[in-house]
């Protein structure tokens, strides 16, 4: 079935280093890529999203790229910062953009230090 | 306008017992997921409602159980709880089947 891999953390940056989170997929069709952000004691926030091959999702200065020939969709930021620190999950939808019916990577925690 | 509310926020239950998870979606949005976190095997997918039809299911027991109303409120039931449902509960909704789906916080459920 459809599938989610990405980076294990933790990962810990000092402030304004670059970051990059790691994602694969694996589907049958043509999904939807997602990326969700969780800040501590609160529910999922969608970050970015694409929907298709070469469609490049962005958002508060977090980009990622759907690549369909390395099925990756990899989050990047050039400068982190204090306020980034979270657990980010990486998702996919195969129904057609939906995202009722999300797939979701395990979670990648970030910590950013002063 | 106010957020996805999830109800009750904790809950500690016994082995063996049932119990019923609240979720009220944002005004307007017909589109109510359910989502399990737990630290071992993350985020996985519940069950989906649009218009109080059940649009899909996930891979779990028929222990859980769902349903939605016609006001588009939904809740979840889980019976004859075992201490591996402990877990976060979340809650998402969307306007319809394409569009961003918003989180509620969630129910952390407590099994002992």
């Known amino acids: 079935g459809d599938s989610v891999t990405q980076m294990e953390g933790p990962v810990t940056l000092s402030e304004e280093a670059c970051l990059t989170i790691?994602?694969?997929?694996?589907?049958?069709?043509?999904?939807?890529l997602f990326w969700y952000v969780q800040y501590p004691g609160e529910g999922l926030q969608l970050l970015l999203k694409a929907t298709k091959a070469d469609d490049k999702g962005s958002n508060k200065g977090f980009e990622a790229t759907y690549r369909k020939e390395t099925t990756s969709f990899h989050l990047e930021k050039g400068s982190v910062q204090v306020s980034d620190s979270a657990v980010y999950f990486c998702?996919?939808?195969?129904?057609?953009?939906?995202?009722?019916?999300?797939?979701f990577g395990k979670g990648t925690k970030l910590s950013v230090k002063p | 306008k106010a957020g996805v509310t999830q109800t009750p926020r904790y809950l500690i239950k016994t082995r063996g017992q049932q119990v019923t998870l609240s979720c009220s979606p944002i005004s307007g949005h017909r589109s109510v997921s359910w989502y399990q976190q737990t630290p071992g095997q993350g985020l996985q997918f519940l069950f989906e409602?649009?218009?109080?039809?059940?649009?899909n299911k996930g891979n779990f027991p028929g222990r859980f159980s769902g349903r939605q109303f016609s006001n588009s409120r939904s809740e979840m039931n889980v019976s004859t709880l075992e201490l591996g449902d402990s877990a976060l509960y979340l809650c998402a909704s969307s306007s319809n089947m394409n569009t961003e789906a918003f989180f509620g916080q969630g129910t952390r459920l407590t099994v002992v």
């Open positions: 790691n994602c694969t997929y694996t589907a049958t069709g043509y999904p939807s």
């Open positions: 998702a996919l939808s195969d129904h057609r953009g939906s995202q009722g019916n999300l797939i």
């Open positions: 409602y649009f218009s109080e039809t059940q649009r």
